[in-house]
Every structure is written in C-alpha cells, then in structure tokens.
Nanobody, 126 residues
C-alpha cells in the first residue's frame, strides 16, 4: 500500500485560507485515485473531495463546493486541498486517502479507500 503523510493544518480565523498537502510514497502515485475526508469531534468521518488518477475529474461535498479545491501533482506524488472562506464548521481532523483506481474514476465513500494518512488538524476560530 501507499504511505500517506498530511501537512498544512493549523489555526485560522473565519474567512481565512489553508492549503493541505498529502505526500505519498511507496508506490506509483499516478496509479492512485485520491480523496480528502474529515472528522469533527463527536461526528462520523465525512467525505470532502476526491480526484481521479489523472487529475481530470474532481468531486466535492456540497458543504465545501465553491470554497475548496482539490488538485494533484503526480511528479511530486502529492495531493493538495486548498481551502478558502473557512468556517467554524470546517473544524476537523482532515485525512487523505488513496485507492488504486481506474483512470478517470472518482471514489467518494470511505469504504472505497484502503490507504489513509494520520490526519492533520484544522481549527477555524469564530
């Protein structure tokens, strides 16, 4: 399996921005579809965004669409999550995930993924 390490989390005020990164190692990154999920205290893990192997297809949860952007750099084996206009309800631990995927297929349920990072905390203050 691919190994994933997230970074870029932190404390930000409402309306601010952050960019999360997820660096992959151990396997050919371009063979993996990638996703971001988050889990707030006392809540279940939820889907945030996903990107296909090629980067040509993306998909977002309704709660973040228009504010968050997922992208990938296969040469750097890294997937990113740019988060703008952050709200207190975006506070959570954010996880990246990977799955061996078909070229332009999006995966948006946690059960689809079999490799997970350790998570990075994002806190948005009001």
């Amino acid at each position: 399996q691919v190994q994933l390490v997230e970074s870029g989390g932190g404390l930000v005020q409402t309306g601010g921005s952050l960019r999360l990164s997820c660096a992959a190692s151990g396997r050919t990154f371009s063979n993996y579809a990638m996703g971001w999920f988050r889990q707030a205290p006392g809540k279940e893990r939820e889907f945030v965004a996903a990107i296909s192997r090629s980067g040509g297809s993306t998909y977002y949860a309704g709660s973040v669409k228009g504010r968050f952007t997922i992208s990938r750099d296969n040469a750097k084996s890294t997937v990113y999550l740019r988060m703008n206009s952050l709200k207190p309800e975006d506070t959570a631990v954010y996880y990246c995930a990977a799955v061996l995927g078909l070229y332009n297929t999006i995966y948006y349920t946690s059960d689809d993924y079999n490799s997970w990072g350790q998570g990075t905390q994002v806190t948005v203050s009001s």
